[in-house]
């Protein structure tokens, strides 16, 4: 067996020493795909240091915004692709559901009044209420002609900093 001397070790960059390689999929724009959407994040997020019912409701809300996007962005086109970066960050597990379809604004989706909506028998629409009640932030921006939802959740204290 080989042994590398500490020289000739290869070097990591400055301030990512600590930091868990990231994960990028492309799925097609059908919700057949939405349960490997799940279980990707499930399994990271529970690798991050979330707990199971934790890591669960994660990959809900990763469900909802690709969900948004094939039915809201795309409009049920199947032909299209729904980009997913995983990233570990630290303190913080963030995923962006990233697509090329119709601009949505979030600010013309309706604040949801439970009550209101459980009493009507309502059902849908209540993707980006789930989302920001899961996630500790989430964010829409516009770049490059593509829609970027950007969900990220605080890791619990003393698993921030992942094992070398």
């Given at each position: 067996?080989?042994?590398?001397?500490?020289?000739?070790?290869?070097?990591?960059?400055?301030?990512?020493?600590?930091?868990?390689?990231?994960?990028?999929?492309?799925?097609?724009?059908?919700?057949?795909?939405?349960?490997?959407?799940?279980?990707?994040?499930?399994?990271?997020?529970?690798?991050?240091?979330?707990?199971?019912?934790?890591?669960?409701?994660?990959?809900?809300?990763?469900?909802?915004?690709?969900?948004?996007v094939i039915e809201?962005?795309?409009?049920?086109?199947?032909?299209?692709?729904?980009?997913?970066?995983?990233?570990?960050?630290?303190p913080d597990f963030?995923?962006?559901?990233?697509?090329?379809?119709?601009?949505?604004?979030?600010?013309?989706?309706?604040?949801?009044?439970?009550?209101?909506?459980?009493?009507?028998?309502?059902?849908?629409?209540?993707?980006?209420?789930?989302?920001?009640?899961?996630?500790?932030?989430?964010?829409?921006?516009?770049?490059?002609?593509?829609?970027?939802?950007?969900?990220?959740?605080?890791?619990?204290?003393?698993?921030?900093?992942?094992?070398?």
């Amino acid at each position: 067996m080989a042994r590398q001397s500490k020289s000739s070790r290869p070097r990591s960059r400055p301030g990512l020493e600590r930091r868990r390689p990231g994960l990028l999929i492309w799925v097609p724009s059908q919700t057949s795909f939405l349960g490997l959407i799940r279980d990707v994040t499930k399994k990271l997020a529970e690798g991050a240091g979330f707990d199971t019912g934790t890591a669960a409701r994660l990959a809900l809300a990763v469900d909802e915004a690709a969900t948004n996007v094939i039915e809201h962005a795309y409009q049920g086109a199947a032909d299209r692709e729904v980009e997913v970066r995983f990233d570990d960050r630290g303190p913080d597990f963030q995923v962006e559901v990233v697509d090329n379809g119709a601009m949505v604004d979030p600010r013309s989706v309706p604040r949801v009044d439970l009550d209101k909506y459980v009493s009507e028998r309502r059902t849908g629409g209540l993707g980006v209420h789930l989302m920001e009640k899961i996630m500790d932030s989430v964010t829409f921006r516009r770049t490059a002609r593509r829609n970027v939802c950007c969900l990220v959740k605080h890791k619990p204290r003393g698993e921030a900093e992942p094992a070398p």
